[in-house]
């Protein structure tokens, strides 16, 4: 899908309704639906639901398939190495430039990475999955740093919510692949057979990257006279130099505790579902299609409420939404093995989720100087996924000792301190849309 010839219409032509249509319709919208698709495709499969079902398949404990989880770890730091995207091409791809090179590298690794996976039996042992898992999970960080890097640059900050939107659906059409479908091909095929057909999916968007276009480079020059030790300091120091110490440490914390109710509980899911009484298939079919459904309509409600409206007030929103949805699992919790109490909490889960990711990539995108775009976004997505995963790491002894009706009560319970951080930064960070001229 080439968009080379695509050009966004001036900044004034999406204002009202016709501009929120025509920011969906663009073809870097298309182009990032693709790319969406590519970063959402392994995360289940490496770093949340499918890996932790899988391991569960196989008669691991919870404890340890909690543990097992942190070795996906380099999604959350992702932000270490992001400097170097911001500032050179990948050596041997460099000729597509400098995001499309990154891209390409860490596509293939992500390739490369589940089907290895493909061929490993942690019924035998753990050693050579932990270590494909954190190959994997190292490729499709940079894919996702990448990714937003992209995004930020090919559009006008105007259409940002709308690319957010059609980032989320792609994304979401990743889960669906990556979770329900390889439940559905490791139900009736194995999980060999699920992990090598995820793999060749690959191809779809590894092609993307070949046909789209480079996005230009900001008109600043400061990234081409800084050093190599400069790309890591500079962006940190001109995040805080653009809101003070302050407000800036104040936001990175709002950040990282913004989705921590629904991030904690996302090891435990596919151990609960199990343990509930579903089979592979119910858990495919509910929670991984429609789920993602569901949640795709959150993602879109969100990209039409954060251009409608800003995203002060859909930040309060989402976040009530995501904590006060952890309490949904309480049905299943009470009505173990019955399919409705499952459809109507992975309904509440999944259209939360969706709505509240879009609110947050808007707000992050907002954040973000241009000239540093990879790292300032790594970082505040790493920060955003931090605390509930680290959380979420040891929430299987958590379990153990008490029950999943407590854990789903207190997961709820942890949006408190983000409601009082949003009630100090309310006046702060004013109404404006992302993408408004300033910074929040």
């Given at each position: 899908m080439s968009t080379e010839s695509a050009s966004l219409p001036p900044p004034?032509?999406?204002k009202g309704w016709s501009g929120i249509r025509r920011a969906f319709g663009t073809p870097s919208a298309m182009t990032m639906l693709v790319f969406g698709f590519g970063s959402g495709l392994p995360f289940l499969l490496?770093?949340?639901?499918?890996?932790s079902t899988r391991l569960r398949d196989v008669g691991l404990d919870l404890g340890s398939i909690g543990l097992i989880s942190l070795a996906s770890f380099f999604y959350l730091l992702k932000f270490l190495w992001a400097p170097l995207i911001d500032r050179y091409p990948f050596p041997l791809t460099a000729f597509l430039g400098r995001r499309r090179s990154w891209l390409l590298a860490s596509q293939l690794l992500v390739g490369a990475s589940l089907a290895a996976l493909a061929l490993t039996r942690p019924?035998?042992?753990?050693?050579?999955?932990v270590a494909w898992v954190l190959v994997g999970s190292f490729a499709g960080a940079t894919q996702d740093s990448v990714v937003d890097a992209y995004r930020i640059e090919v559009a006008p900050a105007e259409a940002q919510a709308a690319l957010a939107a059609t980032y989320t659906l792609g994304y979401r059409f990743g889960l669906i692949v990556g979770g329900a479908g390889a439940l559905y091909i490791a139900d009736f095929q194995g999980w060999k057979p699920s992990y090598l057909w995820m793999a060749a999916?690959?191809?779809v968007p590894i092609a993307t990257t070949l046909l789209a276009r480079e996005?230009?480079?900001?008109?600043?020059?400061v990234v081409r006279r800084i050093d190599f030790l400069g790309a890591f300091w500079q962006p940190f120091s001109s995040y805080f130099r653009n809101n003070g110490v302050l407000l800036g440490l104040v936001l990175l914390l709002f950040v990282g505790l913004f989705k921590f109710p629904d991030q904690v509980i996302g090891v435990m899911a596919g151990p609960f579902y199990l343990d509930s009484g579903y089979s592979k298939s119910d858990i495919a079919t509910v929670s991984k299609l429609f789920g993602i459904w569901m949640g795709i309509a959150g993602a879109f409600a969100g990209g039409v409420a954060v251009?409608?409206?800003g995203f002060r007030r859909m930040l309060l929103v989402a976040a009530l939404g995501v904590a006060l949805s952890n309490l949904a699992f309480l049905l299943m919790?009470?009505?173990p093995g019955e399919i409705w109490a499952f459809y109507a909490a992975i309904s509440a889960d999944n259209l939360f989720q969706g709505f509240a990711g879009v609110i947050l990539i808007a707000f992050m995108s907002a954040l973000t100087d241009r000239n540093f775009t990879a790292t300032q976004f790594a970082l505040l997505v790493s920060l955003a996924n931090l605390p509930g995963k680290f959380a979420g790491g040891v929430s299987g002894y958590f379990v153990e000792a008490t029950s999943y009706t407590t854990f789903f009560t207190i997961s709820a319970a942890t949006v408190v301190p983000t409601l009082l951080l949003l009630a100090w930064l309310w006046r702060r960070i004013g109404d404006r849309a992302p993408g408004d001229k300033g910074h929040v």
């Open positions: 004034r032509s999406y490496i770093a949340s639901m499918t890996l019924d035998l042992g753990v050693g050579a999955l999916l690959m191809l996005p230009e480079a900001p008109e600043s020059t251009a409608a409206f919790a009470y009505n």
